[in-house]
């Protein structure tokens, strides 16, 4: 089915499942502790051995050697794979290092090798072992001192935009605005570590992981194996949490099928910690330059947003930028990204790549130009919305209400009696209140979907498509039970194996949207099946209570199916409608914080978040992945930050002892509302993606919170208490 029109109305529109608070239909597998997730996989049939992954002790360079043979000789020992014995292997399509293989050293943690015994503790005690001889090079590990040779990426990225004249506009406007705001490189720091067990059956190999998108691992796991795609068969029914960091291929699925073939027996993998933080992915710490110009009314006239981040050689921007580009009225504008050549562990999408460190920068920079113009900051954000593109005018937003977010948000927050910066005091508390938009872009993929009917009327989704703790199973199970007209507990749903059709896989944001909507095609596949078979005018046809009706005739759904069952298949493709119109989500986040007048010390009091992201398919899930990303901005306004040791290479805090994430006793009450919306320019499912919109914007809103709380601009994140301890009063 393609997407080229705005959808019209459709089942999914009577809302007798979709749109309903139904509690996950995967939760008691999990409550109950049966959901079994990669590195549980048990079959006791299957003589199980465990792996040990090896990583670099250097940042830059080559292996000269590699002595393994007291390694060999250890206890339980079965096999050792080193780098250098699998050679030089080609690069997957989304990796920017290689996972394994070869003696170049591109980061520190870069797989080197793997050990394979009968006991994890065995292959622990016996990777000690292994003797390595290095050829070191000198590395770049500053984003600060590479600064300066940053260069600007390929026009395809669109690292620079610009409308208008930023810099006449800028010099002639009555209030201008200038700063640099700094954000540190953060890690995904999810519950589940990377893991997964793969098996050999001759040439083919089954892997039990925990992967967001199935079919790039497949895909990238079969170029680095040299191998035939269909002969890899993955699996990853349920993830402990991804935050982007499962996106692509990593390096416990290869290890565990080198490991595999070379023990000649099933082989489990999981990275630990130090090596999630520096094996994997991060989110890249950014330089932020923010220029803005505007008349005394407040409005707008010249905005510029210029972003510097690093990675390794061949890797890609943080697009930091992406939103200003959108977000706020302006007829002069310019945009600039500029990417550094660092030697750190690779840099990669991380929630809401982009938006949520841009708008960490810029929704301080707009409050300090309210501040600036002598407005309120709500006021001053609703005086310079635009329902169009600002680069393009003469496109518009498919729907925006950024303005309703924004004054729903102060009514039901209490806005009114935001005190002056500095001015309330409870105690030994200064207590303050901060705002900040949320914009993240509606994304699409195509999205392919499997949908059986059986003769007990039972209807079976089958897709390639993940949960990474979302709510995947629940909604996709919803959008299959209103199309067919049964009630959820009438519909099971299969989802992460490659055996599946391919799905648009979780994330970007875009997981829910596109996968319901390839399931909704894949269920008028199997509508019009249904109605054929009994006979019906497939226009007339109604869905509903577990019956097929065409006038006065109602007959069984079961009946349908008949005794070998029907089967409807297809996949959602996209027409030009998110280039004819601009298709976005927004919302506003509003925070009151303590400070201690004597420490520094900053508690969070409220939290809440108004969004505006279309229908809402689910608002219990929809719920959840806000208030989890809150939880998540909090960590990134307060206390997550990678250390880097600029000597070595590496980040230091590989742990969750050292790098700290927000925990319960961090997070008061939370607060969501949905504003009541559907936008058809979307998909059939007139949605869009929640999940990200919930974190962007809320860093910033912490720190105007502190700011109106103690009169302290902090510029650079985390906003820890030595950085407002000076400031604080006398």
């Given at each position: 089915?393609k997407?080229d029109?705005p ?13 309903q ?20 996989w048990?079959?006791?049939n ?6 040990y ?5 250097i940042?830059?360079g ?13 206890a ?5 794979v ?5 050679g ?22 870069q797989?080197i090798?793997?050990?394979?015994a009968?006991?994890?503790?065995q ?13 070191e ?8 001192e590479?600064?300066?040779?940053a260069?600007?990426p ?15 506009a800028?010099?002639?406007a009555?209030v201008?605005?200038e ?9 995904h720091?999810m ?5 997964s ?11 039990w ?11 990238d796991?079969?170029?680095t194996?040299?191998v ?18 499962k996106?692509?291929?990593?390096s416990?699925a290869?290890?565990?099928?080198f ?27 950014t ?8 008349g005394?009314d407040?409005?707008?006239?010249a ?15 943080e ?9 706020y ?41 309210a ?8 006021e001053?954000r ?7 593109d ?5 496109r ?33 508390w ?6 900040a938009a949320?914009f993240?872009n ?25 949960d990474?703790?979302t709510?995947s ?10 199309m067919?007209?049964?009630g959820i507990?009438k519909?099971?749903?299969?989802l992460g194996?490659s ?8 994330g970007?944001q875009?997981?829910a949207?596109?996968?319901t ?6 269920c008028?596949k199997?509508?019009e ?6 006979g ?7 869905f509903?209570?577990g ?8 007959v ?21 409608l ?6 976005s ?12 007048v004597?420490?520094?010390?900053t ?9 505006a992201?279309g229908?809402?398919l ?15 901005g909090?960590?990134?306004a307060l ?37 009541d ?8 499912m ?45």
């Amino acid at each position: 089915m393609k997407f080229d029109r705005p959808a019209t109305t459709n089942p999914i529109d009577r809302l007798k499942v979709v749109g309903q608070p139904i509690h996950r239909i995967d939760g008691q597998l999990k409550t109950t502790g049966r959901a079994m997730y990669a590195y549980e996989w048990h079959d006791p049939n299957m003589p199980y051995a465990y792996g040990y992954p090896v990583g670099s002790a250097i940042a830059k360079g080559r292996i000269k050697s590699m002595d393994v043979s007291a390694v060999k000789m250890a206890a339980g020992v079965l096999a050792v794979v080193t780098t250098l014995d699998v050679g030089d292997r080609k690069k997957g399509k989304f990796n920017t290092a290689k996972l394994f293989g070869g003696d170049k050293i591109q980061h520190y943690h870069q797989a080197i090798a793997v050990v394979v015994a009968e006991t994890f503790e065995q292959a622990r005690a016996a990777a000690a072992l292994i003797k390595v001889a290095y050829a070191e090079e000198k590395g770049a590990f500053d984003l600060k001192e590479a600064q300066a040779s940053a260069k600007k990426p390929d026009e395809s990225v669109q690292p620079d935009s610009a409308a208008g004249d930023f810099e006449s506009a800028f010099k002639s406007a009555p209030v201008t605005f200038e700063e640099t705001y700094t954000t540190p490189d953060q890690s995904h720091a999810m519950m589940e570590p990377h893991a997964s067990i793969a098996a050999w059956n001759g040439d083919e190999v089954t892997v039990w992981t925990s992967s967001q998108m199935i079919d790039w691992w497949r895909s990238d796991l079969a170029t680095t194996l040299d191998v035939d795609k269909e002969k890899i068969h993955l699996m990853s029914p349920f993830i402990g949490g991804g935050f982007g960091g499962k996106l692509f291929l990593r390096s416990d699925a290869v290890l565990a099928a080198f490991a595999a073939k070379a023990a000649k027996r099933p082989v489990k993998v999981a990275l630990p910690r130090p090596f999630m933080m520096n094996n994997t992915t991060h989110r890249p710490a950014t330089i932020q330059r923010i220029r803005i110009g505007a008349g005394h009314d407040g409005k707008i006239t010249a905005i510029a947003h210029e972003s510097w981040s690093g990675d390794l050689e061949g890797g890609q921007l943080e697009t930091a930028v992406n939103q200003t580009r959108l977000l706020y009225a302006g007829g002069n504008r310019m945009t600039a990204m500029r990417l550094a050549t660092l030697d750190l562990p690779e840099g990669n999408a991380m929630r809401a790549p982009g938006e949520a460190p841009g708008l960490m920068a810029l929704e301080i920079a707009i409050d300090e130009m309210a501040e600036k113009v002598g407005m309120d900051p709500v006021e001053f954000r609703i005086v310079n919305d635009t329902q169009v593109d600002p680069e393009k005018p003469e496109r518009p937003f498919s729907h925006r209400d950024l303005v309703g977010c924004l004054k729903l948000g102060a009514e039901r927050f209490g806005w009114s009696n935001r005190p002056k910066a500095g001015s309330r005091r409870e105690g030994n508390w200064l207590v303050g209140m901060g705002v900040a938009a949320a914009f993240r872009n509606n994304l699409v993929l195509p999205s392919g979907a499997r949908v059986k009917l059986d003769r007990q009327g039972v209807v079976t989704v089958e897709t390639d498509m993940t949960d990474i703790g979302t709510g995947s199973y629940t909604i996709i199970a919803q959008t299959a039970a209103e199309m067919m007209g049964v009630g959820i507990d009438k519909v099971a749903v299969q989802l992460g194996d490659s055996r599946f059709p391919v799905s648009a896989g979780s994330g970007g944001q875009f997981g829910a949207n596109s996968s319901t909507s390839g399931v909704y095609a894949a269920c008028v596949k199997l509508r019009e099946a249904a109605a054929k078979k009994l006979g019906f005018n497939s226009k007339d046809v109604v869905f509903e209570n577990g019956d097929v009706r065409s006038g006065n005739r109602s007959v069984p759904l079961a009946e349908a199916a008949g005794q070998e069952g029907l089967v409807g298949e297809d996949t959602i493709t996209w027409g030009d409608l998110t280039e004819t119109h601009q298709q976005s989500t927004f919302g506003a986040h509003f925070i009151e914080v303590g400070v201690d007048v004597a420490t520094g010390e900053t508690r969070l009091r409220r939290m809440l978040a108004v969004c505006a992201a279309g229908r809402i398919l689910n608002p219990i899930t929809a719920r959840s992945q806000v208030i989890g990303a809150m939880t998540m901005g909090a960590g990134g306004a307060l206390s997550e930050e990678l250390a880097v040791d600029t000597r070595r290479g590496f980040f230091v805090n590989h742990d969750l002892a050292g790098y700290e994430v927000a925990v319960h006793a961090d997070i008061p009450r939370q607060d969501v509302i949905f504003m009541d919306e559907t936008d058809p320019m979307s998909s059939p499912m007139k949605a869009k993606g929640v999940g990200e919109l919930g974190l962007c914007g809320v860093s910033a809103a912490i720190a105007n919170a502190i700011y109106n709380a103690t009169g302290v601009r902090v510029r650079h994140y985390p906003i820890t208490l030595d950085k407002l301890i000076e400031g604080m009063p006398a």
